[in-house]
C-alpha cells in the first residue's frame, strides 16, 4: 500500500494569498491527483498531476487557479492562487496504485485551508 | 460521464442493528466502485473495492457490498453496527484511467 504525506495539514490564509500544498508518496506511483472537499460536501476532482508534463484539469478549474508540479513519481505539489473565502476547503492528494496486480485508489490526510 | 448517486444524506441505526447504505452508479463499462468512510477530522479509509469477479465483496471492519449490474447497484452492509462506525461515507465510482467519482455522502449515525 502506498503512505502520502502532506504539508501543511492546515493554514489560515488571507484573501488575496497563495498557498502551495506539497504531497509526498512512500513509492513511486504512475498517477497521482488532487481533490478538493468543500465543508460538508463530497470530494471533487481538480486534476490529474502528470509526471513531465503539464497536469490535465476537470472542468471547471484552471491552470492559472491552480497550478499543478509533479517533478518525479514520488512528489506533486498544488497551489491554490489568489486565495478568496470560497477556497476555503480540504485538499487531497491521492494516487492510483495497480502494482502487484491490485487497483487501489489512496488518500492522504488533507489540508485544511482556511481562507479569510 | 460516471455518476454515483447514495440516496441517503443522513441514516441512524441503533448500535447492533444492520445496516445498509445505498448506492447507485451510471458507468459505460464494467465500473470499479469503491467504498470509504472518513471519521470526523479524519482521511479517508478505503473499506472495500470491486473490479471483477464475486459480486459479493467482504471489506475491512466487518463491512460487505454486493455489486449488482442489472441494478447498477454497488449497497454496503454491515450486520451488526458498532458505535465506532458513526462517520461519513462514500460510495465512487472510477475509471482504468484512474480517476473517481465520488457519491454525496451518507451521514451515520449510531444510537446507544
Known amino acids: 500500500s502506498a503512505v502520502i504525506s502532506q504539508k501543511p495539514s492546515r493554514d489560515i490564509c488571507q484573501r488575496g494569498t497563495s498557498l502551495t500544498i506539497q504531497c509526498q508518496v512512500d513509492?513511486?506511483?504512475?498517477?497521482m491527483f488532487w481533490y478538493r472537499q468543500q465543508p460538508g460536501q463530497s470530494l471533487t476532482l481538480i486534476a490529474t498531476?502528470?509526471?513531465?508534463?503539464?497536469?490535465?484539469?476537470e472542468s471547471g478549474f484552471v491552470i492559472d487557479k491552480f497550478p499543478i508540479s509533479r517533478p518525479n513519481l514520488t512528489f506533486s505539489t498544488l497551489t491554490v492562487s489568489n486565495m478568496s473565502p470560497e477556497d476555503s476547503s480540504i485538499y487531497l492528494c491521492?494516487?492510483?496504485?495497480?502494482?502487484?496486480?491490485?487497483?487501489?485508489?489512496?488518500f492522504g490526510p488533507g489540508t485544511r485551508l482556511t481562507v479569510l | 460521464a460516471q455518476s454515483v448517486t447514495q440516496p441517503d444524506i443522513h441514516i441512524t441505526v441503533s448500535e447492533g442493528a444492520s445496516l445498509e447504505l445505498r448506492c447507485n452508479y451510471s458507468y459505460g463499462a464494467t465500473p470499479y466502485l469503491f467504498w470509504y468512510v472518513q471519521s470526523p477530522g479524519q482521511g479517508l479509509q478505503l473499506l472495500l473495492k470491486y473490479f471483477s469477479g464475486d459480486t459479493l465483496v467482504q471489506g475491512i471492519k466487518g463491512f460487505e457490498a454486493e455489486f449488482k449490474r442489472s441494478q447498477s447497484s454497488f449497497n454496503l452492509r454491515k450486520p451488526s453496527v458498532h458505535w465506532s462506525d458513526a462517520a461519513e461515507y462514500f460510495c465512487?465510482?472510477?475509471?482504468?484511467?484512474?480517476?473517481?467519482?465520488f457519491g454525496d455522502g451518507t451521514t451515520l449515525t449510531v444510537k446507544p
Open positions: 498531476a502528470n509526471q513531465g508534463s503539464e497536469a490535465t484539469y
Open positions: 465512487a465510482v472510477g475509471s482504468n484511467a484512474g480517476k473517481s467519482t
Open positions: 513509492s513511486q506511483v504512475t498517477m
Open positions: 491521492s494516487v492510483r496504485d495497480s502494482g502487484g496486480g491490485t487497483d487501489t485508489q489512496y
